[in-house]
């Protein structure tokens, strides 16, 4: 499996704290069944700044110390980016991390809304050929609200991640409903750890898998577990045209009551 967020570089964040819990971690994830790990130190979040030579510093350090102890894991580097004024900029000037230097972004929203300057990121980042993954949509508050708002962002050309203790039910019941409606929406293109210690979030994907797979279905396993081998590849993702065909048709129903509305 491939795990495509994670805080397992020490002394980078609120991840693993030393080089003895990156370890530590990674032998976890090993023995979840997890061979390739994309790390995701948070980067201005307002507290954590790690710049793009930074993470690759690490991350090298880190795979040798791996090599060494002869566990067949390969973490590649990348950054968890909180949206920000003069993200562009700083992308151009090669502070950003893109995953695994593929076309894809992964971009934090704050917890509590969906900031206005959100769509034309993603735009712009289009026009740059590069795809935004919107890290764990379903602990936003706006899109816990209102799931509209994520298939928003994913019409824009968006792609969405759930965290893995989000989808089993660890994180409680009502998030668990949430992530496995946002799946059935075909809103989601990933599941990731997001893991940051040995204990309360963990590496463990397994699980997430073996309840999207009694609760929705193997071919949905297939999916997300082909999807994270695309990225780490830098391949298009699949997307589900039915999903899509289903947004288009949503969006045309509100424009036409919005016009019925108008009229009356
Ligand atoms: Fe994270």
Same mark, same amino acid.
């Not at 590849?233 to 999903?243: C, D, F, V």
């Given at each position: 499996?491939?795990?495509?967020?994670?805080?397992?570089?020490?002394?980078?964040?609120?991840?693993?704290?030393?080089?003895?819990?990156?370890?530590?971690?990674?032998?976890?994830?090993?023995?979840?069944?997890?061979?390739?790990?994309?790390?995701?130190?948070?980067?201005?979040?307002?507290?954590?700044?790690?710049?793009?030579?930074?993470?690759?510093?690490?991350?090298?350090?880190?795979?040798?110390?791996?090599?060494?102890?002869?566990?067949?894991?390969?973490?590649?580097?990348?950054?968890?980016?909180?949206?920000?004024?003069?993200?562009?900029?700083?992308?151009?000037?090669?502070?950003?991390?893109?995953?695994?230097?593929?076309?894809?972004?992964?971009?934090?929203?704050?917890?509590?809304?969906?900031?206005?300057?959100?769509?034309?990121?993603?735009?712009?980042?289009?026009?740059?050929?590069?795809?935004?993954?919107?890290?764990?949509?379903?602990? @936003?508050? !706006? +899109?816990? &609200? $209102?799931?509209?708002?994520? #298939? %928003?962002?994913?019409?824009?050309?968006?792609?969405?991640? /759930?965290?893995?203790?989000?989808?089993?039910?660890?994180?409680?019941?009502?998030?668990?409903?949430?992530?496995l409606d946002l799946c059935k929406r075909?809103?989601?293109?990933?599941?990731?750890?997001?893991?940051?210690?040995?204990?309360?979030?963990?590496?463990?994907?397994?699980?997430?898998?073996?309840?999207?797979?009694?609760?929705?279905?193997?071919?949905?396993?297939?999916?997300?577990?082909?999807?994270?081998?695309?990225?780490?590849? @830098?391949? !298009? +993702?699949? &997307? $589900?045209?039915?999903?899509? #065909? %289903?947004?288009?048709?949503?969006?045309?129903?509100?424009? /036409?009551?919005?016009?019925?509305?108008?009229?009356?």
């Open positions: 499996m491939i795990d495509i967020h994670s805080h397992i570089l020490p002394y980078m964040d609120d991840g693993a704290k030393d080089w003895n819990m990156a370890i530590s971690m990674a032998k976890q994830a090993y023995a979840d069944g997890i061979r390739n790990i994309v790390a995701t130190p948070h980067h201005r979040n307002g507290r954590y700044m790690n710049e793009s030579f930074k993470v690759l510093e690490i991350v090298e350090l880190l795979n040798s110390k791996l090599r060494e102890l002869d566990l067949d894991i390969t973490v590649f580097p990348g950054q968890e980016i909180r949206i920000h004024d003069d993200l562009l900029h700083h992308l151009e000037d090669g502070e950003i991390q893109l995953l695994h230097g593929s076309r894809y972004m992964l971009l934090e929203l704050p917890s509590s809304n969906i900031p206005s300057t959100v769509e034309d990121v993603i735009y712009e980042l289009s026009l740059m050929n590069i795809q935004v993954i919107i890290a764990h949509p379903e602990r @936003n508050a !706006e +899109i816990a &609200t $209102n799931p509209d708002r994520l #298939e %928003r962002l994913i019409e824009f050309g968006a792609l969405a991640q /759930l965290t893995a203790q989000s989808v089993t039910g660890e994180k409680g019941g009502k998030l668990q409903r949430l992530s075909s809103l989601i293109h990933f599941i990731a750890t997001d893991a940051h210690d040995l204990v309360s979030r963990p590496f463990q994907l397994s699980r997430s898998y073996q309840v999207i797979e009694k609760k929705l279905g193997s071919e949905m396993v297939n999916y997300f577990k082909d999807n994270a081998k695309r990225l780490v590849g @830098n391949l !298009e +993702i699949t &997307t $589900n045209e039915a999903a899509k #065909e %289903r947004v288009r048709g949503n969006n045309l129903a509100k424009v /036409l009551s919005g016009m019925f509305r108008a009229i009356k």
